[in-house]
């Protein structure tokens, strides 16, 4: 079982920059692979970004490409998400999820919401001026 707590959320002007962390608990961090998805009022929860176990395969959704960096250290059991050059169609709760690895972690499967069994409670951003 793996529990996950997002941080870092919060007001940001268009144009700004935001961190978010997602801290896992346990001791078997480094074998899932783990993904930030979001969801604004009204729609659909969607993909952000999502990095294999190793970090060494990262995925990101077209909307978000060039702006966004995902991360993670197995040392620290931490996933990051450093997000630039906000807009207001970024405002969303911004959720952490985890899977466990397969040895398997392509697009498809990255993008899909069913394909995590641990999400967090998500964390607020609002882009707006």
């Known amino acids: 079982q793996v529990q996950l707590v997002e941080s870092g959320g919060g007001l940001v002007q268009p144009g700004g920059s935001l961190r978010l962390s997602c801290a896992a608990s346990g001791r078997t961090f480094n074998t899932y692979d783990m993904a930030w998805f979001r969801q604004a009022p009204g729609k659909e929860r969607e993909f952000v970004a999502g990095?294999?176990?190793?970090?060494?395969?990262?995925y990101y959704a077209d909307s978000v490409k060039g702006r966004v960096t995902i991360s993670r250290d197995n040392a620290k059991n931490t996933v990051s998400l450093q997000m630039n050059s906000l807009k207001p169609e970024d405002t969303a709760v911004y959720y952490c999820?985890?899977?466990?690895?397969?040895?398997?972690?392509?697009?498809?499967?990255?993008?899909?919401?069913?394909?995590?069994?641990?999400w967090g409670q998500g964390t607020q951003v609002t882009v707006s001026s």
């Open positions: 990095i294999n176990w190793s970090g060494g395969r990262l």
């Open positions: 999820a985890a899977r466990r690895s397969s040895g398997i972690f392509v697009y498809e499967i990255a993008a899909r919401v069913g394909s995590y069994d641990y």
